[in-house]
């Protein structure tokens, strides 16, 4: 059975996009990345507030992008490193609209990156939701 959803992170929309962290190879914030060890699947969702905190149902879409934080294995006296690793990015997502990612392997951190918004300007943030699916 799939956990019930948590609050990964909130983004403002005058924030929007985030950093491209694979990139530039500088990890996102811990306070907005999960531990997702033992999770072989994870869904994740947004849904979008106005400026008073209200759930609205906007026009328009954000674009969506899985990011994994990793640590290589030491080999041949090499430490080991933090690597950032990024899925391939679901252009177009509309709040509520439910996306699976899976094959999270040795994964150490786990967010989601606004790579483009096209919001209505009733939009203030966004709130990210993630759970464990299997």
Known sequence: MAALPVLLR?????????ADWAA?????AAGITADVTGSAKVGCFYIARDAAGAVVDPSGNVDLQPVRVRLTQPL?????VTVI????TDAAVVSGQDLTYDDLGN???FTIRVAAEAL???????????NTIA
């Open 10 to 18: 909130t983004v403002l929309v005058a924030d929007m996009p985030d």
């Open 24 to 28: 530039t190879q500088v990890a996102p």
């Open 76 to 80: 041949k006296g090499a430490a080991a």
């Open 85 to 88: 690793s990024a899925g391939a």
């Open 107 to 109: 994964t150490a951190g």
């Open 120 to 130: 209505a300007g009733t939009v203030a943030s966004i709130d990210i939701y993630w």
